[in-house]
Structures are given as C-alpha cells and as structure tokens.
C-alpha cells in the first residue's frame, strides 16, 4: 500500500449539493493530483496543486475547487452537484522539485454517487 | 494533446502462462514518461512499471518488463508466469518531462481487463 490516504470512503449526495473530498499525501510528498474515474473509464486530470497553489488543471469547470495545506494535504471541493459528477475520485501525491515531479502515488479512493 | 489508446477492453491468460498488453501513445514532445497501473478491484491504482522516453533500455520489474518502441509510440506490458493474483484492470498513462511550472497530470488510457485462469 502507498502512504496516500482519502476520506471519505464512499459518498452519497444530491443533485445541487456541495461536496469536500479530503486526501492526505505520503511522507516526503508536496504535489496531490485529483482524478475524476468514471465507470469503466481510466482516470482523468482534474488538478494539480503544489506549495498550496493550483499550477494546472485537466478540461473540468471552475465549480470544482480544490485547496493543498501547509502539511500537503490537500482538498478538492465539487459545488453545484450534477449526476455525471458520481465516480471514484482518486488523489496522487508526489514529490516535485519545482522542475519535474516524480511518479505519482494513489490513494484508494472516494466513490461519490449524486442521487 | 497527448492521447492515449489500450486498443484490449480485456484479455485473458492462464496461470503461469505470459501475457502481453498493448498501449500506443500520441504525443508530439521527445521527453516524457510512461506507466503501467494496475487496478484490482479494491480500487486502489497500484504502480506497476515506469519508463522514461529517454532511456533506450526497456524496464523491467520482477515478472513485468515492457517494450518500449519510442518511433513507434508504442509501450506494452509482459506479465511472466501469470498469478491470480494479477487480476485486474491494467492502465498505461503518459506524463510528460519537463514541468515548466505546469502541472505534471497524467493521461491514462481506457484500461485492460486481464483475466487469469487457473
């Protein structure tokens, strides 16, 4: 297992709500990705953060936000819920120079379900 | 933008045999990075091999060695002597090298299901 923990497990909301995921990074990791996992798809790039800033972000609109504490941990907040937002959400943490980052570690995962 | 294509929804192999998963890659940069996740069905995506764009040698991890094929952009896994417990949804990703204080997202494909027979 990697050092890379999610909370919550599972998830159950309604459409319009508002939801925070929470993902705390391995040892010696300062960069958490999010991954929106739809159904049978791969993983996709939501954002990036690193020294508690967003420095890039995959094609998803401003209503999901996220936040990266002084410890590396990190948050990603969804506003305004709609049906195709339910998936696995997946935070990766990693170790960045600045330059480059290293490979990325995943966490098990939050499986959100928007009712 | 990069894409990445696992042209296999599933495959199926059996116990101690060896299997070989596709991934082409479409980028137009010379530098960059290149993974195999493996994901059971407890969710969590586990690293399986990486390879850098710039190393001609081919990785290899224990059972699981890839060939890289850079003018070919094409990236396949080799899983030796198959076990139960390699049961699950293969994806490759793509990273790019150079950061240039832009995020470094990964870009997996659809996934490989492998399934082992006993």
């Known amino acids: 297992e990697t050092g890379v923990t999610q909370s919550p497990t599972h998830l159950i909301k309604t459409r319009g709500q508002q939801v925070t995921l929470r993902c705390s990074s391995q040892?010696?990791?300062?960069?958490v990705s999010w991954y929106q996992q739809a159904l049978g798809q791969g993983p996709q790039f939501i954002f990036q953060?690193?020294?508690?800033?967003?420095?890039g972000r995959g094609n998803f609109p401003p209503r999901f936000s996220g936040l990266q504490f002084p410890n590396y941990s990190s948050e990603l907040n969804v506003n305004a819920l709609e049906l195709d937002d339910s998936a696995l959400y997946l935070c990766?943490?990693?170790?960045?120079?600045?330059?480059?980052?290293?490979?990325?570690?995943f966490g098990p995962g939050t499986r959100l379900t928007v009712l | 933008a990069q894409t990445v294509t696992q042209s296999q929804p599933e495959m199926s192999v059996q116990e101690a045999e060896t299997v070989t998963l596709s991934c082409t890659y479409d980028?137009?940069?010379?530098?960059?990075?290149l993974f195999w996740y493996k994901q059971p069905p407890s969710r969590q995506m586990i690293l399986v091999i990486r390879?850098?764009?710039?190393?001609?040698q081919n990785a290899t991890e224990n059972r699981f060695s890839v060939n890289f094929q850079k003018a070919a952009k094409s990236f396949s896994l080799k899983i030796s002597d198959s076990q139960l417990g390699d049961a699950a949804m293969y994806f490759c990703?793509?990273?790019?090298?150079?950061?240039?204080?832009?995020?470094?997202?990964?870009?997996f494909g659809k996934g490989t299901h492998l399934i082992i027979q006993p």
């Open positions: 990766a943490s990693s170790r960045s120079s600045g330059a480059s980052t290293d490979t990325q570690y």
């Open positions: 040892s010696g990791h300062n960069t």
């Open positions: 953060y690193y020294r508690e800033e967003e420095n």
């Open positions: 980028t137009s940069e010379s530098d960059y990075y």
């Open positions: 390879q850098e764009a710039y190393k001609q």
């Open positions: 990703a793509y990273r790019r090298g150079y950061s240039g204080g832009g995020a470094d997202g990964l870009t």
